[in-house]
């Protein structure tokens, strides 16, 4: 018995040196795709490499004094509640301080139909999982969210990207597009969006077309997931009302403390029609039994004792700086040809290269140059973006900023001098999903 155990091992027909287990894994694990440009991100991080690459929120501008004096009074007081597990929902206190948060955009919730989650990924993650069968369609802004994209694909659904403009997604186009793939006999599941300060584009969906993308979709039975991880970090104004405040039936929101606290918390939410919650509960049990207690109830803590308000104020001041040291370097410095968006908030630029350049080839000659960026490809699900780059501004500082796109101007100013003198060359295919790692998503 032993022997033939041995024997069918030794002649698995599908194994390798590399990975005895190829020919065993579920068919969505072929969805599961290592980023190609990951490895060179590991050279991107060195000190004397400037990034215009990685989202990572500027956490220095926190009182980390306080921050550290807060968490530990939490676990002199309340460490046996906090060190404990908790419930699959969420704790309930912090669920009210977070339908507080909401309120901002204009929406009205209870604490009952927020779900608390290990930052809005897995927010993303759950929706996808209750949502889609292999083959389902999810529609997604094109670009788009290189973290969702990964999402999708590893849960096998066929994403299609509709266009956007600098006014966001244009619902003409999305119009279009629902009535042509049920028209095929496609099953829509949900569109995925992010409608305020887009990653990777940094452009807003205008008040008139959020109504309008409301409206496509209510018609078309297709539910809304709107992805909201930026709102509050505008540049100009108070924050625009969410989708979510005008549909409270047809649109799941995903928020995230990452970005406005700090993303080491892992703290998200989802807010979710009440059928839908229930669903979202019994899979965030299935996948964690529950999340940290202790990280829920610090971020509690913060809201309930720091002046949270003014701390955000002071990251919109700091990323209006940098968005300005990039968007006034890019002017200055880029070569004809480039164009670029000029976000109101957030953290992104989203730029286009003059015809014949690829940005995914430009960056190993970049990271020589010693500067970072992610290029376009990554927030496509179909191979496009070649063209395209996202550069971000949230984390170095205003002159690291204007040296990286000074290195930067003089890569695309050399990759020109070769396109004319020996021509455009055929722009490399690709297929799959970059996965993101965290500090490029």
Request: hydrophobic share 40%; with cysteine; charged share 20%.
């Amino acid at each position: 018995m032993d022997q033939e155990l041995d024997r069918g091992q030794t002649n698995a027909p599908h194994g390798s040196r590399i990975d005895a287990y190829v020919d065993r894994y579920a068919a969505r694990a072929a969805g599961m795709v290592a980023s190609e440009v990951r490895a060179l991100f590991a050279v991107a991080s060195r000190p004397e490499v400037v990034s215009l690459a990685g989202g990572m929120p500027y956490v220095t501008a926190l009182p980390l004094d306080l921050v550290g004096d807060l968490v530990a009074d939490l676990v002199s007081k309340r460490g046996a509640v906090a060190l404990q597990y908790g419930g699959g929902q969420g704790d309930p206190g912090l669920r009210e301080q977070i339908c507080e948060v909401m309120r901002l955009e204009g929406i009205e919730a209870g604490p009952d139909d927020v779900v608390v989650t290990v930052g809005s990924q897995q927010a993303l993650d759950l929706i996808t999982r209750i949502f889609i069968d292999p083959g389902d369609v999810v529609l997604a802004e094109g670009p788009s969210y290189v973290g969702a994209l990964g999402t999708f694909s590893a849960y096998q659904a066929k994403v299609v990207h509709v266009s956007m403009d600098d006014q966001g997604l244009v619902p003409e186009t999305l119009a279009q597009t629902i009535y042509a793939l049920q028209a095929a006999g496609n099953r829509i599941k949900f569109l995925y969006t992010i409608p305020t300060y887009q990653n990777p584009a940094g452009v807003t969906l205008n008040e008139v077309r959020r109504r309008q993308v409301l409206e496509i979709c209510r018609r078309a039975g297709v539910l809304v997931v709107e992805d909201n991880p930026y709102g509050l970090l505008g540049f100009d104004g108070e924050p625009l009302r969410a989708m979510r405040a005008d549909d409270a039936d047809g649109v799941v929101y995903l928020g995230s403390f990452s970005k406005t606290l700090a993303p080491g918390f892992r703290v998200g939410w989802a807010l979710a029609p009440h059928a839908v919650r229930e669903k979202l509960v019994l899979a965030m049990e299935s996948a964690v039994l529950s999340h940290s207690t202790f990280t829920q109830l610090a971020v509690g803590q913060y809201l309930a004792t720091q002046p949270w308000r003014e701390q955000i104020k002071t990251f919109r001041e700091l990323y209006r700086e940098r968005r300005d040291a990039l968007l006034g370097s890019l002017e200055m410095l880029m070569p004809p040809g480039c164009s670029w968006t000029r976000p109101g908030g957030g953290f992104f630029v989203w730029m286009t290269l003059p015809e014949g350049l690829d940005s995914k080839a430009l960056l190993p000659r970049a990271i020589a140059e010693r500067v970072a960026f992610v290029p376009g490809t990554g927030f496509y699900a179909d191979g496009g973006g070649a063209r395209h780059m996202r550069l971000s501004y949230c984390y170095p500082q205003p002159d690291r900023i204007r040296e990286g796109v000074r290195r930067l101007a003089g890569v695309i100013e050399q990759e020109l001098r070769l396109r004319d003198t020996f021509g455009t060359g055929a722009i490399t295919s690709r297929t799959g999903v970059d996965t993101p790692g965290p500090d490029l998503a």
